[in-house]
């Protein structure tokens, strides 16, 4: 099993378990070198062998810390790795996470439930499309749809045919092209002041238009009203008789938990790192 530890915790352990183990062969050296009962000789050969002894174990020490930080850092960089490959290249995860251990098959846990609610929602925004779609093709009002830079996005037949133009003429031009007349920049301004629908004043034909906010109550799409039905749409409310939000189909994520702030003990941290369950 691999273990993620904090720095600071494994130079303190590292710190602690050599000041201790030196502490010791050097109490060991002196204690032994005093001795009365043997001889000099004999009472300094002794003392070095604790001495040794107490060298051989720090170095034990310090060769298992170094290996477990390698192993760590080894870790880091994999994930990394395998981050960077499937934000490029759509590189599959789910194979080089179980080489991992535990901790990759953790990962690919939570990956696996973010795939499948981000699926949920992609097929979801696809379906709203098509339906939007299929809506702006049999309204009878004469709109477009704009996005916040300024490019028509959406038609309705009926706009399409009030300024004899196709589509391929409409969609994804600048509505300054296709509405000289009206600045975009000007309408946006005054949304954004307002934040209600804004109405031309001097145009060659009425021009209304009206903002369409996102959750986060940011404007992402404006609606053009064109021909004089535009004159009634500063006063109608597009809320109206319709639903603040759409009940979501896909199930809410599960929530994380997370740890209270009581700490464990010493015995419980022990039981955790070989394996066992902390005791309640």
Same mark, same amino acid.
């Given at each position: 099993m691999m273990l993620l530890v904090r720095r600071r915790t494994m130079v303190?352990?590292?710190?602690?378990?050599?000041?201790?183990?030196?502490?010791?062969?050097? *109490? !060991?050296?002196?204690?032994?070198? +005093?001795a009365v009962s043997l001889s000099e000789v004999e009472a300094k050969v002794l003392a070095e062998r #604790?001495?040794? %002894? !107490?060298?051989?174990?720090a170095s034990i020490l310090l060769g298992t810390v170094v290996v477990v930080a390698v192993r760590a850092y080894q870790l880091s960089t994999a994930l990394s790795r395998i981050a960077d490959l499937h934000r490029i290249g759509g590189y599959d995860i789910e194979p080089a996470l179980a080489r991992l251990?535990?901790? !990759?098959?953790?990962?690919?846990?939570?990956? +696996?439930?973010? %795939?499948?609610?981000?699926?949920?929602?992609?097929?979801? *925004?696809?379906?709203m499309n098509s339906l939007l779609?299929?809506?702006m093709a049999r309204a009878s009002q004469r709109l477009l749809v704009v996005d916040p830079?300024?490019? #028509? /996005?959406?038609? =309705?037949?009926?706009?399409?045919?009030?300024?004899?133009? =196709?589509? !391929?003429?409409?969609? +994804? @031009?600048? #509505?300054?092209?296709?509405?000289? $007349? /009206?600045?975009?920049?000007t309408a946006r301004a005054a949304i954004r002041r307002s934040g209600e629908p804004w109405a031309a004043e001097q145009s060659s034909f009425p021009v209304a238009v009206q903002p369409v906010l996102n959750d986060q109550g940011e404007i992402a799409y404006f609606i053009y009203y064109l021909g004089?039905?535009?004159?009634?749409?500063?006063? %109608? @409310?597009? @809320?109206? $008789?319709?639903?603040?939000?759409?009940v979501p189909e896909e199930p809410v994520p599960p929530s994380i938990s997370r740890p209270s702030g009581r700490k464990d003990g010493i015995l419980g941290r022990l039981r955790r790192a070989l394996g066992g369950r902390s005791p309640s």
């Open positions: 303190l352990l590292i710190l602690l378990a050599v000041a201790a183990a030196l502490a010791l062969a050097a *109490i !060991g050296f002196v204690a032994l070198r +005093g #604790v001495l040794f %002894t !107490g060298l051989i174990a251990g535990d901790v !990759g098959e953790s990962i690919a846990r939570i990956y +696996g439930q973010l %795939t499948d609610l981000s699926a949920r929602k992609s097929m979801r *925004i696809a379906a779609s299929v809506i830079r300024g490019d #028509v /996005v959406r038609a =309705t037949p009926s706009a399409l045919e009030f300024l004899d133009k =196709t589509a !391929g003429e409409v969609l +994804g @031009d600048e #509505v300054d092209e296709i509405i000289p $007349d /009206v600045e975009f920049t004089p039905e535009a004159r009634h749409i500063v006063r %109608t @409310d597009p @809320d109206r $008789d319709q639903p603040r939000t759409i």
